[in-house]
């Protein structure tokens, strides 16, 4: 039994020291993993940062572009046959921009004095009357005409709501201008959440992407409501 007794004294501080390695292995490992994570997610936000700038920049190149403004100016209110050459030569130059960025699904120009929409995905159409009501509308005004970022959930807008939709004025600093025109870039939700899938740190993590009013904009889980 006395033997029996200094077996156990000597095992308990080995099992006490075994039990504490162990915890304090687990501790490191969910550091290190936490800290892995949260570099993956700097690098992915970063990304799509980037990726929102090079849409933004390329939103500059168009809504200052001297030639696509003049043939927008050049028509009025009530288009004339000659104004749909001049549409179609608009349509042409933006068709060819979208070579320059692919993750952009489509650029859409809206020739507000006609209601004329040109599409680089669905050719020429004429926006709905009440569209101005609408939340993307008063946004925009809000910013007087600068650029936005408008996520709309389903049937709450003019817009593909699975889409994140840059807008901005054309030709922004020519205040001469009453009403003018409207330049959108598209972007699939599923493309922006394709640049992150690739930077989760396991199969069974997820992410979600969120607007800045904390409204959820899309997520690879099955669920896009955190």
């Not at 200094?6 to 993993?33: D, H, R, W």
């Not at 001297?66 to 000659?82: A, D, F, R």
Request: proline share 4%; charged share 15%.
């Amino acid at each position: 039994v006395r033997l029996t007794w200094y077996f156990l004294i000597i095992l308990l501080p080995l099992a006490g020291f075994s039990l504490f390695a162990i915890a304090k292995s687990q501790t490191i490992l969910e550091v290190q993993t936490g800290e892995r994570t949260q570099g993956a997610l700097h690098t992915m936000t970063d990304y799509i940062d980037l990726t929102l700038q090079n849409i933004e920049q390329l939103s500059s190149l168009i809504a200052f572009d001297t030639n696509v403004n003049t043939t927008l100016q050049s028509v009025g209110q009530e288009p004339e046959k000659q104004s749909f050459v001049h549409f179609a030569q608009v349509m042409d130059q933006i068709t060819s921009m979208t070579t320059v960025n692919l993750i952009v699904d489509q650029i859409t120009i809206i020739h507000m004095p006609s209601r004329t929409v040109i599409s680089t995905k669905f050719g020429g159409g004429k926006l709905p009357w009440g569209a101005e009501n609408q939340e993307w509308y008063q946004h925009l005004m809000e910013a007087n005409g600068g650029t936005i970022f408008f996520t709309p959930q389903q049937r709450e807008s003019y817009f593909d709501a699975d889409s994140v939709h840059l807008i901005r004025t054309m030709d922004p600093y020519n205040r001469t201008l009453m009403n003018p025109n409207l330049l959108i870039l598209s972007v699939k939700k599923s493309a922006l959440i394709e640049l992150a899938k690739s930077l989760l740190p396991s199969k069974n993590a997820n992410i979600y992407l969120v607007d800045h009013e904390g409204r959820s904009i899309t997520g690879t889980g099955a669920s896009v409501n955190p």
